[in-house]
Antibody, heavy 116, light 113 residues
Framework: EVQLVESGGGLVQPGGSLRLSCAAS????????MHWVRQAPGKGLVWVSR????????TYADSVKGRFTISRDNAKNTLYLQMNSLRAEDTAVYFC?????????WGKGTAVTVSS | DIVMTQSPDSLAVSLGERATITCKSS????????????LAWYQQKPGQPPKLLIS???TRESGVPDRFSGSGSGTDFTLTISSLQAEDVAVYSC?????????FGQGTKVEIK
């Protein structure tokens, strides 16, 4: 079964850091672009970042550029999102997705709350 | 960035009746070289991730009931649920994947009247 499982979310103070993980199973991670998408409470979906199959190319939304870093370890079948200098507006459920053209597989998401 | 605007924001429809959601993009998402619209529709139930229903504006994913259909081209698109069932209560979102960043509509909440 093709599956994505996120972890690493939680409560963090403004200015703090978190590292999200997304474990993939049922498919060869390295063959796909992978993405992070977030959804603030009661709001719509917002694309955050993407990384190509071998990790050599990354792109970020303007709102997280310079603060978030996407990476992957294909040997471990895992995608990561390092989030630094977190702000209240980063509070959301973070989903990892396979591809975006369109996004055919989604994890269940991990919740990040930035609050003092 | 391409802005995706859905209407209405919410919709209440009687069981068995038709539900229609529209999505408008701020620029065309039709790629002329292959004549494909880079537009998808997702269904999201409370506490769940989005589920891909339709890609390329009108191609239903495997396992999606045929009461769901997508249409449109260029900048104007429609998702139709021909006969609303109780299990269709959800938020529906459109997405363009024509250009980076990929962007989503704000979502339309479908409820039972």
């Amino acid at each position: 079964e093709v599956q994505l499982v996120e972890s690493g979310g939680g409560l963090v103070q403004p200015g703090g850091s978190l590292r999200l993980s997304c474990a993939a199973s049922g498919f060869t991670l390295g063959r796909y672009w992978m993405h992070w998408v977030r959804q603030a409470p009661g709001k719509g979906l917002v694309w955050v970042s993407r990384i190509n199959g071998d990790g050599s190319s990354t792109t970020y939304a303007d709102s997280v550029k310079g603060r978030f870093t996407i990476s992957r370890d294909n040997a471990k079948n895992t995608l990561y999102l390092q989030m630094n200098s977190l702000r209240a507006e980063d509070t959301a459920v973070y989903f990892c997705t396979r591809e975006m053209s369109p996004a055919d597989v989604w994890g269940k998401g991990t919740a990040v709350t930035v609050s003092s | 960035d391409i802005v995706m605007t859905q209407s209405p924001d919410s919709l209440a429809v009687s069981l068995g009746e038709r539900a229609t959601i529209t999505c408008k993009s701020s620029q065309s998402v039709l790629y002329s070289s292959n004549n494909k619209n880079y537009l998808a529709w997702y269904q999201q139930k409370p506490g769940q991730p989005p589920k891909l229903l339709i890609s390329w504006a009108s191609t239903r994913e495997s396992g999606v009931p045929d009461r769901f259909s997508g249409s449109g081209s260029g900048t104007d698109f429609t998702l139709t649920i021909s006969s609303l069932q109780a299990e269709d209560v959800a938020v529906y979102s459109c997405q363009q994947y024509y250009s980076t960043p990929s962007t989503f509509g704000q979502g339309t909440k479908v409820e039972i009247k």
